[in-house]
């Protein structure tokens, strides 16, 4: 027989005392009989619902039923039994189970659910093995804004007014910037070497620093070209840097990344911020330097010439620490290099990936090979 409220006539302390007896006797009855998760719910609503739940029943029937003289005593014994019965009702389980419902039980038997991890992109991971060369060589990574200013992206590294390479068909700017004066106007950087002044400016000298990011230039997306690419920048700031320390430094890190058998060759270039300017060259990593590829195929990577050009550098033109001459670069007193490479090309060689846009088309299918 389920228990219900009786409604009460006698308010004496025993008569009140044995109707909570009853009720903590029926709710221990009532818990003990409890053998699934369904049981339990209903025990708890049954016992609990604030909604016609019997503690609720009896908080109606006994408290606001009772004559006036003995309403004191029967709140009093009404809240003992409401918490008496509270614990009853929280501390029930399913007998011979755990305590918790079906929702709050981990099943440590189910299997585990498998998230494909992904791999790094092969541009990215080109990016940190080139990075790693360096590091290890006690060069620290620096990183600047991706939309520059006119100033450090061509004022501060020597491009003269109205160098062609400002001109809008290679350099992307912000729109709706024409009230400003040319040197603060935003673009999207068109190579990371602003990040070397904006280094120069926090750190005094000596310095050595990789600088890996993200550029932008105004080219449509071809096999060879995207509107956006990356490049790694290298400086060494110190006194009595020479062109000695920029060769070794870089065959050092071309024989580290490409294997200790490439040669290195250096021929004469021109960038605004370096002086004298070089462009490095390895022995093709392709064909080995021969210009062939087996069955005597013309090797495409290099042209046939068995080398490849991998980055332009050069000593830091005096003209550059001009800008930071107040925070100890006076040209007159250090010296440095500096280098930079477009990561694409080289992650193209490299894997031997005939088309930049695979890069970028997000296809798992490609992507999915370099994992
Ligand atoms: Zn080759």
Not at 89 to 115: K, N, Q
Not at 136 to 164: I, K, M, Q
């Amino acid at each position: 027989m389920a228990y219900t409220v009786p409604q009460l006539t006698d308010y004496s302390p025993a008569a009140l005392e044995k109707a909570a007896d009853e009720s903590i006797a029926a709710c221990q009855t009532e818990s003990a009989n409890v053998r699934s998760d369904a049981d339990l719910k209903s025990f708890r609503d049954r016992w609990m619902a604030r909604k016609n739940g019997i503690l609720t029943q009896i908080n109606d029937l006994w408290l606001k039923g009772a004559p006036k003289d003995a309403k004191r005593e029967a709140g009093m014994r009404v809240n003992q039994l409401k918490a008496r019965i509270t614990e009853l009702v929280e501390s029930a389980h399913i007998a011979g189970g755990v305590d918790l419902l079906a929702s709050e039980r981990v099943d440590i038997s189910l299997p585990g659910i498998r998230r494909p991890i992904g791999a790094e992109h092969p541009i990215i991971k080109t990016m940190h093995e080139i990075v790693g060369v360096f590091q290890r060589l006690g060069y620290s990574v620096a990183e600047g804004p991706v939309v520059e200013t006119d100033y450090y992206n061509f004022e501060a590294l020597n491009f003269p007014p109205n160098h062609p390479a400002r001109d809008t068909q290679d350099t992307l700017f912000i729109a709706g910037q024409q009230s400003k004066p040319a040197r603060e106007r935003l673009l999207l950087r068109t190579h990371t070497s602003p990040v070397q002044i904006r280094t120069m400016e926090k750190m005094r000298p000596p310095i050595r620093i990789v600088i890996p990011g993200t550029v932008h230039r105004n080219d449509p997306p071809d096999a060879s070209h995207s509107p956006m690419f990356h490049q790694i920048e290298g400086l060494a700031v110190d006194t009595n840097i020479t062109f000695g320390d920029l060769k070794g430094t870089l065959d050092h890190a071309m024989k580290a990344l490409f294997g200790s058998s490439v040669k290195t060759h250096f021929r004469p270039s021109f960038f605004p911020f370096t002086e004298p300017s070089a462009e490095l060259y390895v022995t093709c990593f392709i064909c080995g330097g021969s210009g062939k590829r087996d069955g005597n195929a013309p090797c495409r990577p290099c042209k046939q010439t068995g080398w490849i050009e991998v980055l332009g550098c050069g000593m830091v033109d005096p003209n550059v620490f001009e800008f930071v001459k107040d925070n100890g670069y006076d040209p007159k007193k250090v010296s440095g290099f500096a280098f930079g490479m477009g990561v694409d090309r080289l992650a193209l060689l490299k894997y031997g990936v005939d088309d930049l846009q695979y890069f970028f088309q997000g296809d798992v299918r490609f992507l999915q090979q370099f994992g």
